[in-house]
T-cell receptor, first 114, second 115 residues
Framework: SQTIHQWPATLVQPVGSPLSLECTVE??????LYWYRQAAGRGLQLLFY??????ISSEVPQNLSASRPQDRQFILSSKKLLLSDSGFYLC?????????????FGSGTQLSVL | DQQVKQNSPSLSVQEGRISILNCDYT??????FLWYKKYPAEGPTFLIS?????DKNEDGRFTVFLNKSAKHLSLHIVPSQPGDSAVYFC??????????????FGAGTQVVVTP
């Protein structure tokens, strides 16, 4: 069966510090991978998605970046965190192609930038 | 621009009664709709979905209704149980043949089931 691992679960970082969140998927190959963010009181906002190694699409302009060095590994990074980067970050995977596919989410990382 | 809207941020319902959650969308190209359930400090889990070729899909206590002309869908939970207390997200996408469509989420509805 497929599983998705995301870490760390919680993170407190000072403004201006770097960030690296990692996500790995097991039990599937060539998945679509996604990073979402949930800000307080808001819905889930798509940040990045990837359809293959080295292929990253950004949905919103920001100081975050994403990389996919391996088929089942997705990394969210920042060189210098801002206060507005605080939120609940979720990694997800989906299996293409499909007409009725759904996303499977990791357990999330609660990031607090102080 | 919020393409998927859940206008009720919260819903309180008595155990055993029906919970009705509503969702509206603006993009007529959406052809696949999903509901997710989320507990605090956890990732959302898939609950139920519906394709635009259907107007109803049922899975146990959960039923999703789709009204394409009104661009509206709803989730019915019958009977409601205490374990149903969670945030429910509505999501929609345009499914493409070469890659899975990107989900657009609503802001969520917090459901509280009281004894």
């Amino acid at each position: 069966s497929q599983t998705i691992h995301q870490w760390p679960a919680t993170l407190v970082q000072p403004v201006g510090s770097p960030l690296s969140l990692e996500c790995t998927v097991e039990g599937t190959s060539n998945p679509n991978l996604y990073w979402y963010r949930q800000a307080a009181g808001r819905g889930l906002q798509l940040l990045f998605y990837s359809v293959g190694i080295g292929q990253i699409s950004s949905e919103v302009p920001q100081n975050l970046s994403a990389s996919r060095p391996q088929d089942r590994q997705f990394i969210l990074s920042s060189k210098k965190l801002l206060l507005s980067d605080s939120g609940f970050y979720l990694c997800a995977w989906g299996q293409p192609p499909a007409t009725n596919e759904k996303l499977f989410f990791g357990s999330g990382t609660q990031l607090s930038v102080l | 621009d919020q393409q998927v809207k859940q206008n009720s941020p919260s819903l309180s319902v008595q155990e055993g009664r029906i919970s009705i959650l509503n969702c509206d969308y603006t993009n007529s190209m959406f052809d696949y709709f999903l509901w997710y359930k989320k507990y605090p400090a956890e990732g959302p889990t898939f609950l139920i979905s519906i394709s635009s070729i259907k107007d109803k899909n049922e899975d146990g206590r959960f039923t999703v209704f789709l009204n394409k002309s009104a661009k509206h869908l709803s989730l019915h939970i019958v009977p409601s149980q205490p374990g149903d207390s969670a945030v429910y997200f509505c999501a929609a996408s345009v499914v493409t043949t070469d890659s899975w469509g990107k989900l657009q989420f609503g802001a969520g509805t917090q459901v509280v089931v009281t004894p």
